[in-house]
Structures are given as C-alpha cells and as structure tokens.
C-alpha cells in the first residue's frame, strides 16, 4: 500500500499535509482499459422516508438553527452507535497508462458519509478523482457500486449515489458555533481496511487556513487520530451532529495530533446542489485547462523561455475557444491584476461572476494579445 500525497504550507508553520487515501497498484492491465468519470444521475427516485434527496436543502437549512452544543456531551460509545451507521468504505479503481507498463489499474480506499436515506454519500472530490470504479461498503457489510453524481474541486467535495434505500443519513450540525475545546469524533476507514474506526479529540483550532498550493482551504482542526483513508469521513461533535468532512492529516515523524476537516456549514449548499443538480452553481467555467511553469528547469522541459501561467488546453466549443484563446498562451493579467500562477488566477476568478465579460491579456510567441471572455458556469 502506499499513500498519495500532495505538498501544502500551512501559513503557521511550514508541514506536511498527507491527503488521506490509500492506494495499491495492480499491474498488467495493458490494454482496452479506458479511464473514465460515470456519468451524473438525473431524477433521483425518493422511495423512503427520513432524509431523502427531496428535503436536503430543508434538513440543511434547519440545522444551521440547531444548537445542540448546550445540552451536554454524550459518552463516545452513544455517539458512535448513532453515527456509525451513517460512515461508509469507498473504495476506487483508476487506469493509469505509464509509459513503460502501458496501462495499469491503481486502487484506491476512503470514507464516505450519508447524507440522504436514498442513497447520496458525500466525500473527498480526491477520494474519487479520476476514478473509473467506485465501490461503497456499508457498516453492516453490504456493498455497491456507486455512480458519481458530481464533484467540487474547489472546496475538494464530491457527491455519489448507491442504489439503496432505508439508510441512515447523519444529522448535519452547525460548525459556526464550535468552541476550541470541544469534543470532536472522527469516524472513517483508516489504512483502507479498517472501516468504522472511531477516533476522539478536540476541535484544535477553528477557521485554520492552509494553502493547498492551488487552494487556500478554511479548515477545522482536531487532534483526534486521522490517518490516510480516514478521508471523505465523518468529523462529529459530542452530540453526533456531523460537523466536518474529513480531509488532510499532518505528516511527519516529529508530528502528531494534527488533522483538519472541512466545516460542514462551508459545504451544506455544496452537497444539496451535487444532489439536485450534478453540479455547484454559479462555479466558472474558463474552457481552459493551465500549467504552472515556476522555474528554469520547468520551462525548459515544456520549450517556453519564461516562467508563468500557461493555457494547457482549450476546450472545443467552450467561449474561450471562440475567443480565439490558444494552448501555449502566457497568462499575463486578467482585468488588469498580475497573474504569474494558478493560485493567482483563481484568486481573480473567485471574485467574478457567471455571464461576466473580462479582459485577459496574453503573451503568445512574444506578442501580447488582449483577449474578452465571457464567463459560463461549469457543469462537471
């Protein structure tokens, strides 16, 4: 097994941040395997009662009114029989073609948390990034094959759906009222192999941002025990409330006690529009894929004499192509701010809107262009 990682500086000190899945390949997959998203389900049935895909956005908007932080803490073993049922294993499976093994299949495990009785379970959009196979197992050992609904690398949330009906969704709490020093319980699938591990703690600190390189994420954080496939799992609160979806550990040998959660108050309208519609809106689309070109040596291997942000590709039929946007080209500004990384990018783009007209200006083989485009709402 080995651990996928992504390199992150956590503004108050500078770590290690481990995304939490766990992998293993399984080599000798070399031909007629394509990797490939499932498609997002449209429609989805409502066949029980309870929390359906139906009344979410209401169930949602309820608990940001409930304040349960007032009336005691239950003992760990009551929180963990309320909430246990409502965790799930994911497990992945993703085609990767090398260049010397041609292609190969890479196997992935998560966690997962219910949010609706029909069968829609909120995780990590790197859970199942890129995945071709998504599998769920649930507390009590039945398993399915998931469909992916949609996802949000923004806020690294991702919504799939089992075809099941009578399950257990968690109780969605209010992470805006937590207090440093509450107790905080995680529930996951750590290692991959040991679903339904609980963990306890405290929350650690609140709104703690780290710098994802691309992203700069408002986190929980918990020094309740998180380890690598403890991700898309369950942060809940002394009176089994879901507060927070799992998402990043601290590594290192000098380092304990550091795991972080998304707050779920950052991600409700998140999870209801994947459910309703496959998709965040009001979420840009720029029809542009990018490369950070950061150093000398980067440059060189792409052949470009100067460091920056590069269009990668250009979508077919999006309005960038229309706008005459080719791959190749340097980002210079958009709107007049200075863009000399990806980071610098989404930073502009987080403050404009869907239908919004802007000026990007390009060097392309030496010769600044500027270009209008009009921005569309992305549709994952």
């Known amino acids: 097994m080995y651990y996928r990682r992504r390199t992150v500086n956590l503004k108050v000190a500078g770590i290690l941040i481990a995304l939490c899945v766990v992998f293993s390949s399984a080599l000798g997959f070399t031909g007629g395997l394509v990797a490939g998203r499932m498609g997002a389900e449209s429609n989805p049935q409502v066949s ?19 304040d349960g932080q007032d009336s005691g803490d239950l003992p760990i073993t009551e929180i963990a029989a309320l909430t246990a049922n409502s965790v799930v294993e994911i497990t992945t499976e993703t085609v990767t073609t090398g260049r010397f093994m041609g ?23 790197h859970v199942v990034e890129g995945a071709s196979k998504i599998g769920v197992r649930l507390k009590n050992g039945e398993t399915y094959t998931a ?4 996802t949000d690398e923004k ?9 099941a009906t009578g399950l257990q969704p968690a109780v969605f709490g209010d992470s805006d009222k937590l207090q440093v020093g509450q107790l905080a319980v995680a529930i996951g699938n750590p290692l991959g192999q040991l679903g339904g591990t609980v963990t306890d703690g405290i929350i650690s600190a609140l709104d703690r941002e780290i710098d994802l390189g691309d992203e700069t994420m408002n986190l929980l954080q918990t020094n309740a025990a998180i380890n690598p496939g403890n991700s898309g799992g369950g942060l809940f609160n002394g009176q089994g409330e879901l507060i927070g979806i799992v998402n990043a550990k601290s590594s290192g040998s000098d380092i304990e006690g550091l795991g972080f959660a998304i707050p779920i108050n950052d991600v409700k309208t998140v999870i209801s ?9 009001g979420r840009i689309d720029l029809g542009m894929s990018f490369v950070n ?22 979508t ?60 569309a709402q992305y549709k994952s």
């Open 48 to 66: 029980e009662p309870g929390t359906t895909s139906a009344d979410l956005a209401a169930v949602i908007k309820t608990a940001n009114s409930a």
């Open 103 to 125: 292609q190969y299949v890479s196997e992935g495990a998560g966690s997962g948390v219910i949010v609706t009785s029909d069968g829609y379970i909120v995780t990590n959009n």
């Open 147 to 150: 469909t992916l609904v949609g």
């Open 155 to 163: 806020t690294d949330i991702a919504v799939v759906k089992i075809s």
């Open 273 to 281: 529009d994947l459910v309703k519609y496959g998709y965040v809106q």
């Open 293 to 314: 070109i950061l150093d000398a040596q980067t440059a060189m291997m792409y052949r470009v004499q100067s460091t920056g942000l590069y269009i990668k590709s250009v």
């Open 316 to 375: 077919q039929g999006s309005n960038a192509e229309s706008a005459g946007f080719k791959a190749g080209d340097r980002v210079v500004s958009v709107n007049g701010n200075e863009i000399s990384s990806l980071s610098d990018l989404n930073k502009v783009v987080d403050g404009l809107t869907v239908g919004q007209t802007v000026s990007i200006s390009v060097s392309r083989s030496e010769r600044a262009l500027t270009l209008q485009l009009k921005l």
